[in-house]
């Protein structure tokens, strides 16, 4: 039997809306620049201080931007298109490229990841872009906790490692943790601690989904203290275990 992605047209846009936050981000600096570039140029011009190499590198500086844009829109989009086909994948090159996504957000409000690799060779059968939204779903939980939180030092890990003929991918945060009582239900569809942030509940319902039925694997939440560059720190670790292609 054939199994087609798990993505529905809802969960797209659930998707889509996950990343809004990045995607403004990644867009707002390089407007900005270029508003005061053509503003500058307009100005200059106007009064008559117009020189040819001013021109010239104000220009560059615009059609350099432009460039940048549009790349990283073609980056999202990447990440929204639908697989078609199951595909061997590295597990290490897959999660780095979901940073060029979501890294440029988390440092922007000081949060650092940190990646401990065993193996960038190691590999996985799957759809590929269902296995990054299930990453990115755990890191936006994990920036939206740190940043609840108000911890100072803002540090997430990711552990990637191999174990018998699995693949374990453990994602740590200093968050303070999830409460004992709500961890039941974190899973459930629909339940979610952020109703007044537009959170939607869910995030881990489609991850753990994915996890399960695409990739005969399963993902786990608990509350941990783990080590980091010498440092103590206590969170959530969500630690998701998968066949290894073999
Ligand atoms: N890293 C984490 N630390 C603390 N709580 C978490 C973490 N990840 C998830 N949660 C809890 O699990 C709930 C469900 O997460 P999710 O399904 O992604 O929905 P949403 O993010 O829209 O609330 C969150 O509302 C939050 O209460
Ligand atoms: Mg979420």
Do not use: W
């Amino acid at each position: 039997m054939e199994i087609t992605p798990h993505n529905t047209q809802e969960e797209k846009l659930l998707m889509l809306g996950g990343m809004f936050e990045n995607i403004i981000h990644q867009f707002k600096q390089p407007l900005n620049a270029i508003n005061a570039e053509a503003t500058g140029l307009k100005f200059q011009k106007e009064v008559g201080m117009m020189d040819d190499e001013t021109f010239i590198t104000s220009l560059d500086n615009i059609i350099n931007r432009t460039i940048y844009l549009s790349d990283t829109i073609d980056d999202f989009r990447d990440f929204l298109k639908e697989d078609k086909i199951k595909v061997i994948f590295k597990i290490a090159q897959n999660i780095r490229q979901i940073e060029s996504i979501i890294e440029p957000l988390l440092k922007a409000k000081g949060i650092i990841i940190y990646k401990n690799f065993s193996n960038n060779d190691l590999e996985c059968y799957g759809f590929g872009r269902e296995f990054s939204q299930v990453i990115i779903n755990i890191l936006n939980n994990a920036k939206d906790a740190i940043l609840t939180s108000g911890v100072d030092e803002k540090v997430i890990k990711i552990d990637v490692s191999e174990e018998n003929n699995n693949i374990k991918i453990e994602i740590y945060d200093n968050a303070g943790g999830i409460p004992e009582d709500i961890m039941p239900r974190i899973f459930n569809p629909h339940f979610t601690t952020k109703e007044e942030t537009g959170g939607t509940g869910i995030g881990l319902t489609m991850s753990k989904n994915i996890i399960e039925e695409h990739f005969k694997g399963s993902l786990l939440a608990k509350n941990t203290q783990f080590e980091l560059n010498q440092n103590s720190y206590y969170g959530a670790c969500f630690t998701i275990i998968i066949p290894k292609n073999i």
